[in-house]
């Protein structure tokens, strides 16, 4: 062990976790003190009864709730200042987020920077950026996930692109933690099977990149582990049968795990996929599903030791090998795109990716150091489809 035995920790929030739980909804608002809350959604969510439903429970119950759905799948600046805008026109007092995790993300924004003076580029996940802000004015969020993926319901942070350059950027701060989370996992059931697949892939990214970071975090790395079992035995079950709650109910779980975990930090498969979000809006979940399995051979140097100690976890034999080999597998399994250029891309923009990446704060807890020449390596082998890379 060659890192500091020392570490801050924080773990998150009142969560509310099973089929049916939506329905405590009002209960969650009231007792928070939401008279007129904006339901911040994903656009495809808009005509769904999930959000039609509540709105009009919510509306029975005496509250005053309106609708926010201008949430795009990478979401921008943009984005935000639209449902700022919303949320001073509408004079509300708190946030409802229901959907994937731009929703997620959008919401907890809205919330943070609604009523604050400065830019929310001054509060970047930089040193001690947060206290810029005025914690006296950030609204309480309720948070309701609709997919099993980025854990944002539990987290303090969200990512955001910022329009002027295509850059994502982490926005974080204490107070954008959700006050309560709603894990329902009948909320899924529609899901198709590709975005589950996605989603969930995203939330095993967030365990595996959480469990090879060098850092001092024992409880993290236990969540991250069984987080990574929980996606191994359910992930499968939930895109084949969407209307499977006990699977879902699980992925919903996992998720959240990961979330909470991966406060140890993540690593290059992060730092390649939030570019490739901001500047070709590939969703970040598939983004991470792809890359995945050549992140893992560049770093094996690095991180050889724990991949043996999850491949242990998992029950599959041949340490590394081994796990390289089942990762393949479960992707194929999942219809996940072996490679970038399944997806379209053909490589012509390594360079700027490359860049982009280093610059991700994701890069600096990558348990192999990064360089652009590295992450250029990388980036095509992820294109080109070559796990040799090294």
């Known amino acids: 062990m060659n890192y500091d035995l020392s570490g801050n920790w924080t773990y998150p929030t009142t969560i509310r976790a099973g089929a049916g739980k939506l329905s405590e909804l009002v209960e969650h608002c009231t007792a928070l003190g939401l008279k007129q809350p904006l339901l911040v959604t994903d656009k495809g969510l808009l005509a769904h009864k999930m959000i039609t439903g509540t709105l009009a429970g919510l509306q029975a119950a005496g509250i005053k709730a309106a609708v926010f759905g201008e949430v795009q799948g990478n979401p921008t600046d943009r984005n935000l200042a639209e449902g700022i805008r919303a949320y001073l026109d509408g004079g509300h007092d708190g946030i409802i987020t229901i959907g994937g995790g731009s929703a997620m993300d959008v919401g907890k924004l809205v919330a943070l920077m609604a009523r604050q003076t400065i830019p929310v580029w001054d509060l970047e996940d930089i040193g001690d950026w947060w206290t810029r802000a005025d914690a006296s004015v950030i609204a309480p969020i309720i948070a309701v996930p609709t997919t099993a993926g980025t854990g944002s319901e539990v987290g303090r942070a969200a990512v955001l692109t910022n329009s002027a350059d295509a850059t994502k950027k982490i926005i974080f701060h204490p107070k954008m933690l959700p006050a309560v989370v709603i894990g329902d996992p009948e909320l899924a059931v529609g899901l198709p099977a590709n975005l589950t697949a996605a989603t969930g892939m995203d939330a095993f990214t967030h365990s595996f990149e959480t469990y090879c970071v060098p850092r001092f975090h024992p409880m993290a ?141 994701s890069t600096a807890s990558n348990p192999r150091k990064m360089d652009i020449a590295g992450f250029r390596k990388v980036y095509l082998a992820a294109v080109n489809g070559d796990l040799t890379v090294n």
């Not at 909470?260 to 979000?277: C, D, M, N, T, Y």
């Not at 724990?306 to 599959?316: D, K």
């Not at 080999?325 to 399994?333: G, V």
């Open 221 to 361: 790395d236990a969540i991250a582990l069984e987080s990574m079992r929980l996606i191994r035995d359910n992930l499968p079950l939930a895109c084949k049968d969407g209307t499977n709650i006990e699977a879902r109910m699980q992925m919903f779980a996992a998720a959240m795990m990961g979330g909470v975990a991966f406060q140890k930090g993540l690593g290059a498969v992060h730092s390649i996929a939030h570019p490739l979000g901001a500047i070709h809006d590939i969703q970040h979940g598939l983004a991470n599903a792809v890359i995945l399995p050549y992140v893992v051979a560049y770093n094996r140097p690095s991180i050889e030791t724990h991949v043996q100690a999850i491949a242990h976890h998992l029950h599959i034999d041949g340490g590394f090998d081994g796990f390289m080999a089942w990762l393949l597998e479960f992707r194929k399994t999942l219809n996940v795109p072996h490679t970038l250029a399944d997806l379209g891309l053909d490589g012509h923009d390594a360079d700027e990716i490359a860049a982009k990446a280093m610059d991700d704060p």
